[in-house]
């Protein structure tokens, strides 16, 4: 795996997650050098952070929908 494979601006959520779950895998199997080690870690970093992104989006995008309900639900009980 290369860095570059992290740097994509299309990288969805479970490709992030599963090259995460790899950059683990691999610390965990150890006997990498030092400089290694950093390598990967700081890459499951910036892993670690663009799946936290994605879920926020996702987040955001359910309490906009269930926000749009509930307010769809108010509009035709005042309505009645």
């Not at 795996?1 to 895998?25: C, F, I, K, S």
Request: aromatic residues 2%.
């Amino acid at each position: 795996m290369t860095d570059t494979e992290t740097e994509q601006p299309e990288l969805g959520y479970e490709q992030a997650r599963d090259q995460l779950v790899e950059v683990v895998r691999e610390l965990e199997a150890g006997g990498l050098s030092l400089e290694q080690s950093l390598a990967l870690w700081e890459k499951g970093e910036r892993l670690a952070k663009l799946c936290e992104r994605h879920l926020e989006g996702a987040r955001e995008r359910i309490e906009a929908a269930l926000a749009s309900v509930e307010d769809n639900g108010d509009d035709e009980n005042r309505d009645s």
